[in-house]
């Protein structure tokens, strides 16, 4: 029989049974066992992986595993740009354009507030949403492990937090995003970008107390929506500022 001992890194570990935490632990292993085969038939989605050393090797994720071999198994690196050591994919996980489940409508919606184009419709499929992120290089955002196993996703990330407010922290957190926010730049509403109107423009089209106390609006160049920088704006700026650091949220 063959057997491997393997070592889960940092978040991946969430996706182990208690006894199996932060530790070496070693398991049977099917015969023609691949590294990919492995790290998903023990819980962690293989999107989840950036770098694997196999006996100390970075290897890709088709590597065969055999008798004795040892396994240390990564999640993204935030800060330490690691490409010369990629084997599981070209690149990577950093092309910061999302597509959400169902299930993360309210979450796609910070992300727009903060300025990364994030897909997100409550009717896609799970199968369309592979396919969608798949052919435009996004990464998918889910809490279904399942969708996160399909052999035709390589960027995807599994939300932890319930709420959508700390689902937005935890990306921060995980995806280093303060560094590429742009915050108020893309509609909330069908992620397309803002451009600034004249306030001679938009003061017909909004209720007169608005016209008369802001000069500064912002119109969608796709649904033809306006903002202004109302309560909702400010509650959005408050809600980012410490994840960016304290620094300018719009």
């Known amino acids: 029989m063959v057997s491997a001992t393997f070592r889960f890194y940092e978040e991946l570990n969430d996706f182990l049974p ?22 998903e038939a023990l819980g962690v989605p293989h999107t989840e992986v950036e770098l694997v050393l196999l006996n100390g090797e970075s290897v890709g994720f ?8 040892r396994v240390a198994v990564y999640p993204k690196f935030e800060t330490l740009d690691i490409s010369p050591l990629l084997k599981v994919r070209s690149q990577p996980l950093r092309l910061l354009r999302f597509i959400a489940d169902a299930h993360l409508g309210g979450l796609a919606s910070l992300l727009r507030m903060s300025g ?17 992120a798949a052919q435009q290089g996004r990464i998918v955002l889910t809490r279904d492990r399942e969708l996160l196993k399909r ?10 937090a319930l709420k959508p407010a700390l689902q937005l922290r ?9 560094r590429s926010a742009k915050p108020f730049s893309l509609c909330l509403h069908c992620n397309r970008p803002l ?6 423009l938009a003061r017909p089209r909004v209720p007169p107390r608005v016209g008369a106390l802001y000069s500064r609006f912002l119109i969608c160049v796709n649904c033809d929506r306006l903002y ?6 400010r509650s959005m700026c408050d809600l980012l500022k410490p994840l960016l650091g304290g620094g300018n949220s719009g």
């Open 62 to 69: 088709e590597r065969l595993i055999l008798d004795g071999d």
């Open 170 to 178: 935890e990306l921060f957190e995980r995806l280093d995003l303060a």
């Open 195 to 200: 451009s600034d109107i004249a306030p001679e």
């Open 18 to 39: 208690a006894e199996r935490r932060r530790q070496a632990f070693t398991c049977p292993c099917a015969r023609a066992a691949t590294v990919k085969h492995m790290i």
């Open 116 to 132: 990364f184009d994030t897909l997100y419709d409550n009717t896609f499929e799970d199968s369309q949403i592979a396919e969608i």
């Open 151 to 160: 052999r035709i996703i390589s960027h995807g990330c599994y939300v932890h």
């Open 228 to 233: 202004w920088e109302g309560s909702h704006w």
